[in-house]
């Protein structure tokens, strides 16, 4: 008995100096370690490279918008004239109207559909290549100041992680 309770002394021992020894390791380790934050939603704010972007959908998709939003504005107003000459239409005349409304009404939501399709598909498609420049420039600035680790997203980061300044820079200025 008295042997395993040498035995495990020993053991309890030998585990509580590997213990303190790996937390020493990997506070030494952690100073060692270079850290950067980016933060993503910043960079499609801020950047210059997703402003043009953003001017580039405006125009692409402001002529459509136009029309929907007409579209829009002549379904209500055939409405609001149907709901006041009602009382004065016949029954063939009121649906009739009704028919037109609702032929008015499925080609408006069928082209505010696609154009809503049509946005978000173009928007991924600026996106993406925002990020994709972004992250060249995040590798560049890695590379250039020996980050070990640079992340995107973090429940928290300390202000003296953060590049996302240094990226939006660099993005801008590399055209």
């Known amino acids: 008995m008295k042997y395993l309770t040498r035995t495990w002394g020993a053991r309890w021992a030998l585990v509580a100096a590997c213990a303190a020894a790996s937390i020493g390791s990997s506070a030494a380790l952690a100073q060692d370690l270079k850290i950067g934050f980016v933060s993503t939603e910043r960079i499609l704010r801020d950047s210059q490279a997703a402003k043009a972007a953003q001017a580039r959908l405006e125009q692409e998709f402001s002529r459509r918008e136009r029309e929907i939003d007409a579209l829009g504005t002549q379904l209500r107003q055939a409405t609001e004239k149907l709901e006041k000459d009602a009382p004065t239409l016949s029954e063939s005349q009121r649906a009739a109207r009704q028919r037109q409304i609702?032929?008015?009404?499925?080609?408006?939501?069928?082209?505010?559909?696609?154009?809503?399709?049509?946005?978000?598909?173009?928007?991924?498609?600026?996106?993406?290549?925002?990020?994709?420049?972004?992250?060249?420039?995040?590798?560049?600035?890695?590379?250039?100041?020996?980050?070990?680790?640079?992340?995107?997203?973090?429940?928290?980061?300390?202000?003296?992680?953060?590049?996302?300044?240094?990226v939006i820079s660099g993005l801008n200025a590399s055209k």
Not at 105 to 110: A, L
């Open 102 to 166: 609702a032929e008015l009404d499925r080609d408006f939501q069928r082209r505010r559909r696609e154009f809503q399709e049509d946005l978000a598909q173009r928007r991924n498609e600026e996106l993406q290549a925002v990020i994709e420049r972004a992250n060249r420039v995040i590798k560049q600035i890695a590379e250039s100041e020996k980050y070990d680790l640079i992340l995107q997203e973090a429940v928290y980061i300390a202000p003296k992680h953060d590049i996302t300044d240094k």
